[in-house]
Nanobody
Framework: VQLQAFGGGLVQPGGSLRLSCSVS????????VGWFRQAPGKEREGVSC????????HYSDSVKGRFTISRDAAKSTFYLQMDNLLPEDTAVYYC???????????????????WGQGTLVTVSS
């Protein structure tokens, strides 16, 4: 199982950014996948997770209404569209999966077994 995240960068407040996570070793049709973030001095947070077998999503309260998680099973890639970014969204973002979890909520509130490398998102003017 491998995951690789792409798409971080510097964006101004109010701007948008899309993160991508390319996966191998499993199909995006059964397990839960998601995005986590960790800002300096803060605990890791489950930002958004997706159950790939039924497309049920879970979002943390801090991003609800601004972030959207989606997948393209044919490309073995899932995404995090981030809109109306705020300075407090600045963090290293990690994609993750757990083949033993099919629930988006369960994945976001536990520690996944498989992680991609982090990608830094900086929201600043």
């Amino acid at each position: 199982v491998q995951l690789q995240a792409f798409g971080g960068g510097l964006v101004q407040p109010g701007g948008s950014l899309r993160l991508s996570c390319s996966v191998s070793g499993f199909l995006l049709d059964r397990p839960a996948v998601g995005w986590f973030r960790q800002a300096p001095g803060k605990e890791r947070e489950g930002v958004s997770c997706l159950s790939t077998w039924n497309d049920i999503t879970h979002y943390s309260d801090s991003v609800k209404g601004r972030f959207t998680i989606s997948r393209d099973a044919a490309k073995s890639t899932f995404y995090l569209q981030m809109d109306n970014l705020l300075p407090e969204d600045t963090a290293v973002y990690y994609c993750a999966a757990d083949l033993g979890h099919s629930s988006s909520y369960a994945l976001c509130t536990t520690s996944p077994s498989d992680w991609g490398q982090g990608t830094l998102v900086t929201v600043s003017s």
